[in-house]
Each structure stands twice: as C-alpha cells, then as structure tokens.
C-alpha cells in the first residue's frame, strides 16, 4: 500500500469574466512553481464593484499538492 503525504498552500486569483475562470488563474499560476497539484478547496469569493457592476472575481482557493518522497 502506497503512502502519500500532503501539504496545502493558499492562492488568490481574479477574472473580469467569471468565479471558474478565476479558479483556473490561480491554478495556472500555482503549476509554474509547485509540482505535483492534486486538489483545489474554494475558501472564499469575493468580487469587485464599479460603477454599479461587477468589474471581477476574486477566490481564494486552498490547493493540496504531493510531497516528493
């Protein structure tokens, strides 16, 4: 049986489009330094408002990734 150790960091990304392209911001930017992403937790959603409507998305996300053995 194979044993797996994990650990979470905590990123924010934003999109002027929507809630699933700002996840996918903050992913993208994660892959270029952490190897070995596994999973994502949406913490929190927070959007910007200007002149009476919403300008962007804002989520903070926990990502799990593997820890090399």
Same mark, same amino acid.
């Given at each position: 049986m194979s044993h797996h150790t994990y650990k979470k +960091? #905590?990123?924010t990304g934003t999109s002027p489009v929507s809630i699933e392209e700002a996840v #996918?911001?903050? +992913?993208?930017h994660a892959s270029r330094t952490v190897r070995g992403l596994s999973w994502f937790e949406l913490t929190e959603t927070r959007g910007l408002i200007e002149e009476g409507k919403v300008s962007e998305w804002q989520v903070t996300i926990k990502i799990g990734f593997n820890l090399d053995q």
């Open positions: +960091i #905590e990123v #996918e911001t903050a +992913i993208t």
